[in-house]
């Protein structure tokens, strides 16, 4: 146990990593990510005092990031969504290549990102912190200020928009499809 | 092994062997489970690029260096202060000139610009004083000597001290805290709730205010409420129980805090009616929150320890 509050540098050094992974979680760019990661850290600097628990800091630190993701994404053009661009024509066309183990897994992270960018931003921030972050129900409901019943129910239904958004891959991802015959017409 | 069971154990941090054959034997017949496995896998490789490791870094140590030449600015320009910088501007005015206060009385004030270039002789055209010879000054002294017997408020621009400084921060000091927490309105907070009458240092929690309303973009920044209390912990949960959120840990009463706040419109009047009890100023409209398309309001409520409480 420390015998003195740990300084701003130490914990900030010290959750950077989860931090950045966070961003790059909701917002889906790395250059996106840097920039929320240092609005996140003045943030934090901004609002740091006192001496919290180990847990604290961590929810502390995640809900600055969460809502600085949210921010960004809020002033983020609506037309640069995938879906939009879709309805406008765009093609992102097949880009699979299934040669060897190590391209498919690298190709199912790709698409993984991809379906998460597409959930909406609840969806989004709910899934990037528990299924790839990690962080557990009760860090949850701080971070966000949910109870958790509300965190897991919202939880399943993001977990099925994802799945429904990558059952349009079904051969990589295995999902059964909600409507098999749209993805007959789709091919 | 169920769902469930793998979920509890895809938290768990080094899973043995055995158990992780379970867990990807269950994955490999599971499409949900599956999935959860890669995405807590997505990030394995992922690094922090050096780049956005040093950018937050040089941002911080500049939002500091900021930050500590405001206080230090801050302490110069305090009541305290400024007596202090005005006697000392005088003196070192009397220092510069030698001139006994003795041969003050009676000359006549004249502003620097006011004198005519026919007064003035051309430095070296004159016989140094013995003052001059002794000091080294120019031979333009005298007419710097008579600058210097007007009040210092005739002093050249720049130089003068300020006058007014003490006036401000007496006005500054004898505010009330509502009236304070209006100053720093303008700088960041969009409501102040706060015990009155309250001794406040500015702290980095402040300047968390100042940066808080840099965008006046609804919906992109949140609407921020600064609360002095003594009791920051009761302050909070009674807006939190105005909204129906769960209370917060009490070890908050030792350091204060930041929240963000969800308020809907179904309990946004619960909500303000609790604000105006507290003693919110300015009270803010329903209209005035910045709502988004699902009808929830993002606040953010910083609450700082001190103060007195009404």
């Known amino acids: 146990m420390s015998l003195h509050p740990p300084s701003f540098e130490e914990l900030a050094q010290k959750f950077e990593r989860e931090l950045y992974l966070t961003c790059y979680g909701v917002l889906g760019h790395r250059e996106d990510a840097a920039d929320a990661l240092q609005e996140t850290m003045l943030r934090a600097w901004r609002g740091f005092k006192g001496f919290r628990g180990e847990a604290q800091w961590r929810t502390w630190f995640h809900r600055i990031a969460v809502n600085t993701c949210i921010d960004m994404l809020r002033k983020r053009r609506p037309a640069a969504s995938l879906d939009a661009m879709q309805e406008e024509g765009f093609d992102p066309g097949d880009t699979r290549v299934s040669v060897s183990g190590e391209l498919e897994e690298a190709e199912r992270k790709r698409l993984l990102r991809e379906a998460i960018g597409r959930l909406d931003e609840k969806d989004r921030v709910l899934i990037v912190l528990r299924d790839v972050r990690g962080l557990s129900y009760e860090e949850l409901a701080k971070v966000l200020r949910l109870p958790e019943g509300t965190i897991k129910s919202r939880l399943s239904r993001a977990r099925e928009h994802l799945k429904k958004i990558l059952s349009a891959d079904a051969e990589l991802f295995g999902f059964r499809d909600v409507n098999k015959s749209e993805r007959r017409a789709k091919r | ?310």
Not at chain 2, 56 to 76: D, H, L, P, Q
Request: glycine letters at 6%.
């Open chain 2, 1 to 310: 092994m169920t769902c469930t069971e793998f979920e509890r154990l895809l938290d768990q941090r080094e899973p043995d062997g055995q158990t992780k054959q379970e867990m990807q034997r269950h994955a490999d017949t599971c499409g949900h489970c599956r999935l959860l496995l890669e995405l807590r896998a997505l990030d394995q490789d992922e690094k922090v690029p050096e780049t956005a490791s040093t950018q937050w870094k040089a941002a911080v140590r500049t939002e500091k260096a900021k930050t500590e030449a405001k206080r230090r600015s801050g302490f110069w320009n305090s009541r305290a202060m400024a007596p202090v910088l005005a006697a000392a501007a005088i003196l070192v005015a009397v220092i510069a000139l030698r001139q006994p206060i003795a041969d003050l009385g009676g000359r006549q004030t004249v502003p620097l610009s006011t004198v005519s270039n026919e007064e003035v002789r051309p430095a070296g055209t004159e016989a140094p004083t013995p003052e001059a010879a002794r000091t080294g000054m120019p031979a333009a002294a005298p007419k710097l000597m008579a600058v210097a017997t007007a009040s210092p408020l005739d002093f050249g621009p720049g130089s003068a001290p300020r006058e007014e400084a003490p006036e401000e921060a007496a006005e500054a000091d004898e505010m009330p805290m509502f009236a304070l927490g209006a100053m720093r309105n303008e700088s960041g907070a969009d409501a102040l709730i706060s015990g009155a009458d309250a001794e406040y240092e500015e702290t980095a929690f402040m300047s968390a205010c100042d940066s808080a309303a840099v965008e006046d973009e609804i919906g992109t920044q949140p609407f921020t409420l600064v609360w002095v209390s003594e009791t920051p912990a009761e302050a909070a949960n009674t807006l939190l129980q105005a909204i129906g959120q769960p209370e917060i840990d009490v070890d908050m009463e030792e350091s204060g805090a930041c929240l963000s706040l969800a308020v809907s419109r179904e309990n946004v009047s619960a909500f303000l009616k609790a604000l105006e009890t507290a003693g919110c100023d300015p009270l803010p409209a329903e209209t005035d929150l910045p709502w988004d398309e699902e009808g929830v309001c993002r606040l953010e409520l910083m609450i700082e320890k001190g103060g007195t409480d009404r």
